[in-house]
């Protein structure tokens, strides 16, 4: 990343005590409202002309904005960075989040998965009620105003420099997100401004996102088809180099169970996966998707889907010979019959290139066997990740090394402090996203407010 113009110094400019938050969204509301709580002067500043743009299309406007799951489970869905977020998670956890919200008279409801949503079903209730949060502390909020740069005297912050004119303040946190969805006001410039104070940026992916496979014109025949209760397993490897028998038969990757993958298996799940004219989407696919585009920046990946995860291929072989026995010659629609949906066979038998007949004259076919043995392991080769934009969060960001986990203040820069997505800090789908942004701007508020 090129740290541009952004990094400012102007020595002369008066500091007042205010403390800066730069982005409106699920961090810097719940980061302003803190500081504000504990008596301290606030700037909120928003690009957009409202606060919380992101948090309203969150959960399809739904908003799943927690989760029942312990610290542990919740940590694991971060992967080896989860741990960053003890600190924060002691202080401001889910059960206090939810006592917030209610104090601020929003109900929920609980999925049996585990996920929490507001009452009413709308996202609008999680930001009225952080809006309201910000009214009771007197925070001002700023839309329309794009922060461009800090301004840093001698390692200490100064103030922001914005499209309405320098801002002086000693104390600002960056609140401004990721990179995806940039509609919403999350244009990545969190990442650019302190790129240029210093500090480096883990690469930066999209994560939660389709994947564009190799050759996708090879898969025309199953475009649309959606595989459900499939085992979707990537691998570091060319499709052509899967062992199949390396496949798990349980779990495994990034927040799922204690396993740990062995390579080169990346990570396997069950759930359901749809193939599109690009390649693969699906909620199976977006949550493998963020381990798999970490993964290709070091080599090849393929996917594996098993599409009888229950069903072992000697199985499926015996209800072969079993057809063969009872009807002399037999098709795959008889054999895969309350398997896999009819519509599918076809498709996959299209795809294969072999003819419904899988024994002519009591032998079976080596094409049945192909057949088969995509059934067990229909293969892709990843290309990337379909856009930074479809994407639901961002991987990579501000280096959590340079980051102090009990405060989110920075190691680098006096006076400065992060919050949320911006931090290279990226979960799965159940609410953990928001739970880790409200978790730290909570922590951000707090610690500015006591510098200040
Ligand atoms: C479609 C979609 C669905 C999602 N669903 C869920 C879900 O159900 N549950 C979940 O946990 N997570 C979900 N997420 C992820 C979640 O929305 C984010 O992780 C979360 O909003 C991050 O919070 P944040 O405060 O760090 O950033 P954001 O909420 O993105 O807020 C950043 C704010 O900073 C502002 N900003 C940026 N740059 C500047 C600048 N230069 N000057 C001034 N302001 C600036 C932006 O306009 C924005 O308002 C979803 C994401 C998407 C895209």
């Given at each position: ?15 007042n ?5 730069i982005?409106a969204?699920a ?5 302003a ?13 928003e ?11 969150t ?7 927690t989760?029942t799951?312990d610290k542990?489970?919740?940590m694991?869905?971060?992967g080896?960075s ?6 924060s998670?002691n202080r401001?956890f889910?059960g ?16 049996a998965s ?5 009452a ?5 209730d999680?930001?009225r ?5 910000l009214a ?12 461009m ?7 200490k ?5 914005t499209?309405e004119g320098?801002l002086?303040?000693?104390t600002?946190?960056?609140a401004?997100g990721?990179a995806?969805h940039?509609?919403t006001?999350?244009?990545g410039?969190?990442?650019?401004i302190a ?13 939660l ?11 025309k025949?199953?475009e649309?088809a959606?595989?459900?209760g499939?085992?979707v ?11 199949t028998?390396l496949?798990p ?12 993958p062995v390579?080169p298996?990346i990570e ?12 693969l989407?699906?909620?199976?696919i977006l949550e ?11 080599g090849?990946?393929?996917v594996?889907?098993d599409?009888?995860p229950?069903?072992?291929?000697d ?14 010659s037999s098709?795959?629609l008889?054999i895969l ?6 519509a599918l066979i076809?498709s996959?038998?299209a795809?294969?290139d072999?003819?419904h007949h ?9 094409e ?5 043995q995509s059934v067990k392991?229909?293969r ?5 990740p379909y856009?930074m ?6 991987g990579?960001g501000?280096s959590?090394?340079?980051?102090d ?5 920075s190691?680098?820069?006096?006076g400065l402090?992060?919050?949320g997505?911006?931090m290279?800090l990226?979960?799965g789908?159940g609410g ?9 701007g909570?922590?951000a508020?707090?610690s500015?407010?006591?510098a200040?």
């Amino acid at each position: 990343m090129t740290s541009r113009a952004y990094i400012l110094h102007n020595s002369s400019m008066a500091c007042n005590k205010q403390i800066i938050i730069i982005g409106a969204g699920a961090g810097g509301m719940m980061a302003a409202g803190r500081a504000a709580e504990l008596g301290t002067r606030v700037l909120l500043l928003e690009k957009m002309d409202r606060p919380g743009k992101k948090v309203l299309i969150t959960g399809n406007g739904r908003c799943n904005f927690t989760n029942t799951k312990d610290k542990d489970d919740f940590m694991a869905q971060f992967g080896a960075s989860g741990r960053f977020l003890l600190p924060s998670f002691n202080r401001f956890f889910s059960g206090e989040l939810l006592e917030f919200f209610a104090r601020y008279g929003m109900t929920f409801k609980t999925k049996a998965s585990g996920k929490i949503y507001p009452a009413s079903g709308s996202s609008h209730d999680v930001v009225r009620a952080l809006e309201l949060y910000l009214a009771r502390g007197g925070v001002e909020v700023r839309p329309n105003t794009n922060v461009m740069g800090l301004i840093v005297d001698r390692g200490k912050v100064c103030g922001v420099r914005t499209s309405e004119g320098d801002l002086p303040s000693t104390t600002v946190i960056v609140a401004t997100g990721g990179a995806s969805h940039p509609q919403t006001g999350s244009t990545g410039d969190g990442f650019r401004i302190a790129a240029a104070t210093g500090h480096s940026i883990a690469n930066l992916r999209p994560g939660l996102v389709p994947l564009v496979v190799k050759d996708p014109g090879k898969y025309k025949k199953l475009e649309g088809a959606g595989l459900r209760g499939v085992r979707v397993t990537a691998f570091s490897c060319h499709s052509n180099e899967i062992d199949t028998a390396l496949t798990p038969q349980a779990n495994v990757g990034r927040g799922l169970a204690s396993k740990i993958p062995v390579a080169p298996v990346i990570e396997s799940r069950v759930g359901d996966a749809v193939v599109t004219h690009f390649g693969l989407s699906g909620p199976a696919i977006l949550e493998a998707s963020i381990d798999i585009v970490k993964a290709l920046e070091n080599g090849p990946v393929s996917v594996s889907i098993d599409l009888t995860p229950n069903i072992t291929i000697d199985e499926l072989m015996s209800r072969l010979e079993e057809a063969r026995a009872k009807y002399c010659s037999s098709n795959y629609l008889d054999i895969l019959k309350g398997v896999l949906p009819q519509a599918l066979i076809k498709s996959l038998s299209a795809m294969t290139d072999v003819t419904h007949h899988m024994v002519n004259n009591g032998v079976v076919s080596p094409e049945s066997e192909l057949f088969l043995q995509s059934v067990k392991s229909l293969r892709f080769d990843i290309e990337r990740p379909y856009s930074m934009e479809t994407a639901v969060v961002t991987g990579g960001g501000v280096s959590l090394d340079e980051i102090d986990p009990e405060t989110m203040a920075s190691k680098i820069i006096t006076g400065l402090y992060f919050c949320g997505e911006v931090m290279d800090l990226d979960a799965g789908t159940g609410g953990y996203n928001l739970q880790a942004a409200f978790s730290t701007g909570f922590m951000a508020g707090e610690s500015a407010a006591a510098a200040i």
